[in-house]
T-cell receptor, first 113, second 116 residues
């Protein structure tokens, strides 16, 4: 079984400040890990993913995440927040193969001018 | 990259009627598609796994007679909400994995269903 815990349902940062969204996972198999962003009334946009290989993953819009197996974590960071980053962010886990993604509850990011 | 197209994006229906939502993989074949449901300000919850040419697998607590899933071809899965009620109002999203390596999941744009 797999699960995802996102710490903090709401994170608020100032424009230009560091963004840190936390994600911890549980998986009985080697995990594939994903971060998605969702804007109101829209679908999901993939920010980045980890499958195998390099543990520091760079994604779109300046986001990156680091897979830490020992901590079962996959936290999302961005050095400098932009107003357009305000959205809902979901961390997800899956196994390999044709299996569904399991999502965390999401973290709403607010960016203050 | 691969594209999953979902239609319609929004639908309003009267209570007691049925609504069909289509999910198509446009440039790849998907033997399996997944249907999720998202309530306002909540996460995506897996409803069912749709398998081409066979019966769908439903998650616990999801009524298979209310949410009919048909996966008639390698590029099309449909979700029909039968005898819809206001409590079925939600955001429905379909997804498919890529066939080579399954390292990515592609999502449709979602369907906002409102039952009045």
């Amino acid at each position: 079984a797999q699960s995802v815990t996102q710490l903090g349902s709401h994170v608020s940062v100032s424009e230009g400040a560091l963004v840190l969204l936390r994600c911890n996972y549980s998986s009985s198999v080697p995990p594939y890990l994903f971060w998605y962003v969702q804007y109101p009334n829209q679908g999901l946009q993939l920010l980045l993913k980890y499958t195998t290989g390099a543990t520091l993953v760079k994604g779109i819009n300046g986001f990156e995440a680091e897979f830490k197996k020992s901590e079962t974590s996959f936290h999302l960071t961005k050095p400098s927040a932009h107003m357009s980053d305000a959205a809902e962010y979901f961390c997800a886990v899956s196994g390999s193969g044709n299996t569904p993604l399991v999502f965390g509850k999401g973290t709403r990011l607010s960016v203050i001018a | 990259g691969a594209v999953v197209s979902q239609h319609p994006s929004r639908v309003i229906c009267k209570s007691g009627t049925s609504v069909k939502i289509e999910c198509r993989s446009l440039d790849f074949q998907a033997t399996t598609m997944f249907w999720y449901r998202q309530f306002p300000k909540q996460s995506l919850m897996l409803m069912a796994t749709s398998n081409e040419g066979s019966k769908a697998t439903y998650e616990q607590g999801v009524e298979k007679d209310k949410f009919l899933i048909n996966h008639a071809s390698l590029t099309l899965s449909t979700l029909t909400v039968t005898s819809a009620h206001p409590e079925d109002s939600s955001f429905y999203i379909c997804s498919a994995r890529d066939r080579v390596g399954n390292t990515e999941a592609f999502f449709g744009q979602g369907t906002r269903l409102t039952v009045v």
